[in-house]
């Protein structure tokens, strides 16, 4: 697209009324945070032999069709919210079997013993499977309570009462032109009021962004801090299988100070989950997480697991690092912050959905009770302890020096100290104190001209693959003649600052080619932005540095369709 052919909305005015419903409980976020309160107040409600009404927002086009992991799962918070989810049917199967962290030079490997490993690090008896398929299976047990699901529908707009609460949301409007105005088949988006609003979008949701500034949630908690996580479906040739295998590694390809390393997770009919995480703290603009993804795959150690196999999926999403110090206050009048949309993911045990769970349990317990009490509007005070003093802080508070310390001394030197710290933290916890993480990610790039680019490797087309040739497995989709849900503050930022001074670093940074710099024959560049392919990552609204890309909720169902992810 031309940056001038973007037009500005129709005035809030001239648009029809929004239809309204109500509800006692909005959830925003179909994900394992918004499911499980879901579940969770439908289950009290049941047991205190009482009526609650309780409706989910999904932007994806199905439960599931957006959530992309690993994942090696924690069963707690599955186990406190469905303790017979086994009988259920919950698809988990695969326990793990044997666990493996490596640290990769170019040409070789070496294991750390795992006796060694802090137990955050461990993962027996956890459970490897799809996120994906696990979702959607808690969104079939929360219809089955009479929650009210509604997929396809992104939540677009706060609304506020008078007073300044919280009284719900308003979906996207359907319908609109690229230039921003009615098509025939134009709807008004719905409003869609609670006593209490619950925002469970996932990492750096947009109307997460907007509350967390509103009402200054942050104004008390360190930065917060991200990755970008990469991941591929594989289906291997059975003798590469090895079923439960969990292995981790650092190092190679990335250099000692760029945060990151990979995963890969074997488990159901010859299934290999593969991924890689960059941290976005890393400082030379010239670095693609998508390519290093894609060179860590020819090491000697991995490429023998591919060989003859078939790559089925492909996707990519920011992942929360922040951590215990970087959780934000948790309530604002009117409702609260749920699962990665307050930070809950603990970047050793590279896990969250554990915690995601334990937090829409903890939400729903407060709002239950605030709504059984007659309340409505106010703040689930009871929330905020259930966190700062439950399983999640129990999670969360020993390794919050892990990120910092990745951060100021290096992957081996800082991974070592990390490794100390979370000892100390089992053994004598008073003796740790909490570091900070220093800059937000958009802050760590260095000057272009401070640094070296970076020459990839020509992908393969067996092992290795572009960008291009890798989207059609997320089955991303998005119609057409709508507005581009990436907005630029400053449309003249991105040539006129971001591209002499770090060589414009969102043509590297978005692992689905939305960006690029096209130069005419004349010579003059344009920053061309191709929404269509956007997967919903954040990753751009993350590491901007000039901060000048907003990611809105584009119409709905649009993005990605992950499947078995």
């Known amino acids: 697209m031309e940056l001038n052919e973007v037009a500005e909305v129709p005035e809030e005015e001239a648009l029809p009324e929004r239809e309204t419903m109500e509800f006692d409980v909005v959830i925003v976020g179909g994900g394992p945070a918004g499911l499980s309160a879901a579940i969770r107040l439908k289950q009290l409600a049941e047991k205190a032999g009482k ?3 309780v409706v989910v927002l999904e932007k994806g086009s199905e439960i599931g069709a957006h959530i992309l992991s690993g994942v090696v799962i924690d069963p707690i918070g599955l186990n406190a919210l469905i303790p017979d989810w086994k009988e259920q049917g919950a698809p988990l199967e695969q326990q793990v079997t044997k666990d493996v962290f490596l640290r990769l030079t170019e040409t070789k490997s070496s294991g750390f013993p795992h006796h060694l490993l802090p137990p955050a690090m461990r993962n027996d ?28 529908f992104p939540a677009a707009e706060v609304l506020y009462d008078d007073d300044g609460k919280v009284i719900g949301v308003a979906t996207g ?18 409003a869609l009021l609670g006593k209490y609003t619950l925002i469970a979008e996932g990492a750096r949701g947009s109307l997460a962004k907007q509350l967390i500034g509103k009402f200054k949630l942050d104004a008390n908690s360190d930065v917060q801090k991200y990755g970008i996580g990469l991941k591929e479906l594989w289906q291997v040739k059975p003798e590469h299988h090895k079923p439960g295998l ?6 190679w390809p990335l250099d000692d100070k760029t945060g990151g390393g990979s995963f890969m997770y074997h488990y159901g009919d010859n299934l290999v989950a593969v991924g890689f995480v960059v941290h976005l703290n890393y400082q030379n603009p010239y670095l693609s997480p998508f390519h290093e993804f894609q060179r860590f795959k020819t090491h000697p150690a991995i490429a023998p697991i591919f060989e003859g196999g078939k790559r089925i999926g492909y996707g990519a999403r920011a992942i929360v690092e922040g951590g215990w110090q970087s959780i934000p206050k948790l309530t604002f009048p009117g409702g609260a912050l749920l699962g990665c949309s307050a930070g809950f993911v603990n970047v050793p045990r ?10 829409g349990i903890a939400a729903a317990e407060a709002a239950f009770a605030a709504v059984d009490a007659g309340r409505a509007g106010d703040e689930l005070t009871a929330y905020e302890t259930a966190v700062r003093t439950g399983p999640i802080a129990k999670d969360l508070k020993p390794i919050r020096n892990v990120k910092p310390l990745l951060s100021r001394y290096g992957t081996m030197l800082g991974s070592f100290l990390a490794g100390i710290d979370m000892w100390l933290n089992k053994l004598v916890p008073a003796l740790s104190p909490t570091l900070s993480h220093g800059k937000p990610d958009f802050a760590t790039l260095k000057l272009a001209k401070d640094c070296k680019p970076i020459a990839y490797p020509k992908p393969d087309g067996k092992l290795t693959f572009d960008i291009l040739s890798s989207l059609p497995l997320s089955g991303t989709n998005h119609e ?31 692992p689905a080619a939305v960006y690029e710099v096209v130069t005419s024959v004349e010579g003059e560049a344009r920053f061309q932005i191709n929404a269509q392919n956007c997967i919903h990552c954040k990753t751009c609204d993350i590491k901007d540095p000039a901060q000048n890309i907003n ?3 584009p119409e709905g169902g649009g993005g990605p369709t992950y499947a078995g992810m």
């Open 350 to 359: 590279v896990k969250g959905s554990h915690n995601a769970v334990l937090s």
């Open 246 to 251: 969990v292995q981790h590694t650092l190092g």
């Open 480 to 510: 057409e003649d709508q507005p581009v849900h990436l907005k630029l503050a400053d449309p003249s930022i991105p040539i006129g600052k971001n591209l002499p001074l770090y060589a414009e670093p969102a043509q590297r940074y978005c």
């Open 125 to 152: 008896g956890f459970y490897i499977g799809s996120l994906g398929a696990l979702v959607k299976w808690l969104g079939e047990q929360a219809e089955a309570l009479g929650v009210e699901i509604y997929p396809g």
């Open 551 to 553: 990611w809105e909720t």
């Open 173 to 190: 409007d359907l319908g609109v032109g690229r230039d921003g105005k009615p098509k025939d088949d134009f709807v008004r988006g719905m």
């Open 51 to 53: 009526e609650i009404s």
